[in-house]
């Protein structure tokens, strides 16, 4: 558990929630994801068997630890590319309004395309990023997302492959942040406010 964390810089609304104390309670542990990544990729690579070069696009911040580890596992020819989208800010619900911060580097028409997100919760930012990749013309375009958080679900998308389906919890860790803080933890946990 970690100690009470509470915001002491300016204040803004999207800061309110941060000024409240919670602990983190682990629900997905460091080893748990770690053997999960191992059979994802088992799956990607015989999915793409062939393909002379997967470009990996992980969509930043929340997937960066994630896209780290996978690629490790994957044993092929791989590229790795970044584009940053947001509909949280730093708020903990989504605004439903996907904007794109940070664009791909490279060109990804003809190409074999792996995208790989933290986690998939009303569904807005994966649809919006897989509608804007598609237009430019992949060879073939999959998705992947570490977390799945069906219930939350306002678009009909779902991740070619996920790591885990979780319940409608407010999730930190493995990359996954609450405002800015908590990427850092190796698991899984659930914020839960204590007061």
């Known amino acids: 558990m970690l100690p009470n964390v509470g915001w002491t810089g300016e204040r803004s609304r999207e800061y309110d929630a941060v000024t409240q104390p919670y602990v983190i309670d682990k629900m997905i542990s460091a080893k748990a994801i770690a053997a999960r990544i191992e059979d994802l990729a088992r799956e ?10 997967l470009v990996v696009v992980g969509l930043l911040r929340g997937s960066f630890v994630f896209i780290a580890d996978l690629v490790r596992e994957l044993d092929m020819n791989v590229e790795v590319d970044f584009l940053e989208a947001s509909s949280y800010g730093n708020a903990m619900e989504s605004s439903r309004e996907v ?3 940070k664009d791909l580097s490279g060109e990804i028409s003809g190409r074999d395309v792996l995208v790989v997100e933290d986690i998939v919760d009303t569904g807005h930012t994966l649809d919006h990023v897989a509608r804007l990749l598609r237009s430019r013309h992949p ?3 999959e998705t992947i997302a570490l977390l799945d ?3 939350r679900r306002e678009v009909d998308i779902k ?3 996920t790591g885990f389906e979780i319940p409608d919890e407010f999730v930190v860790g493995y990359g996954i ?9 190796p698991y899984i946990g659930k914020v839960r406010f204590t007061s």
């Not at 942040?177 to 933890?185: K, P, T, V």
């Open 44 to 53: 990607i690579r015989a999915a793409f068997e062939g393909s002379d070069k």
């Open 99 to 101: 904007r794109i911060i």
């Open 139 to 141: 060879k073939r375009l």
């Open 149 to 151: 958080k069906p219930t």
């Open 159 to 161: 991740a070619t492959w």
């Open 177 to 185: 942040d609450y405002a800015q803080r908590n990427r850092n933890l």
